[in-house]
């Protein structure tokens, strides 16, 4: 069963817009065609509340003192990670064996972090393997402050993470199902985020697949939390940088999001003009940098960010689970459309 999905355009086209530019959006507006839509919602469905608080509860938890890097507690969450794509039959795209790709050591704010990793694993597509999605949140976090309280990063980042782990195994469970993506799926956990970006700086600079076969980067970092803005309307998530290169793309994710999730999806800080500037701070900026086109998903800043106070029970779990959900049916969707995203921007 194959349908259509309008989309409306009329916020992308000026009124200079000549014909043959308008004819041209047109035509790529139309070829966004989705798919199996009962496989969608039935793997969808495989993300719950219930699994994402399981995992953000661990992944938060004091016994991963805060993440920070090159830290015990970073080492610990790294080892869960990788535990639990062992434990789902996700493979690594490194070896039989290794979900690590090393860093180096580096210097942030006049100060040495030792050696670090990535956490990656690897979906294989069965029609398009040479052409990559990217699935990303940053792990890190920033420790333990000197009254030796825990930065828990609830939210931050969490809620990605634990995004991240419940889209993979829907995946899996699809595949294992015979209803695997066409195109390749790379999950991967930054570290060092909150040390200028440096685990996806890495990233792209030693990519494990070549970044011209890199067709986009979906990235979750901060997805659990409502801000200020939407205290009496919860039932949003920002969106940075969909069409800063495609706009192909931000149909695609307008499409299914109309279809599937019904999200308000807020573009406030996609705005060039932001002056909060997040388009450049996560780490999808470093693929966005390299001419691949990117999502980030963001709920916006709250009262508990980089505190000791962004602690689990504050997750809003139902929201995560329909914003997680969101990130799947869009990766879905790249995954298994007949052509590679239009690059226009």
Known sequence: MKFYIVVSILSFIGSCATLSHKEKIENIKNNIIIDQPSQIVSYANTITARELNNHLYQFASTDFEGRNVGDSGHKKASNYLRDYYISQNIASPINDSTYYQAIPSFKYDGKKFDSSNNVVAFIEGSEKAEEIIIISAHMDHIGIDDSGDVFQGADDNASGTAALLEIAQAFQKAKNDGFGPKRSLLFIHFTAEEKNLRGSEFYVNNPIFPLEKTVSNLNADMIGRIDNRHEFDPNYIYLIGSDRLSRELHWISEAVNSEFINLNLDYKYNDESDS????????????????????????????????????????????????????????????????RLIIDN
Request: proline share 3%.
């Open 276 to 339: 909060n500037r997040y388009y450049y701070r996560s780490d999808h900026y470093n693929f966005a940098k390299n001419g691949i086109p990117i999502i980030f998903y963001f709920n916006g800043k709250h009262d508990d960010y980089h505190k000791t106070t962004d602690t689990p029970e504050k997750i809003i779990y139902t929201l995560l689970e329909k914003r997680t959900k969101l990130i799947f049916v869009t990766a879905w969707q790249l995954a298994n459309q007949k052509n």
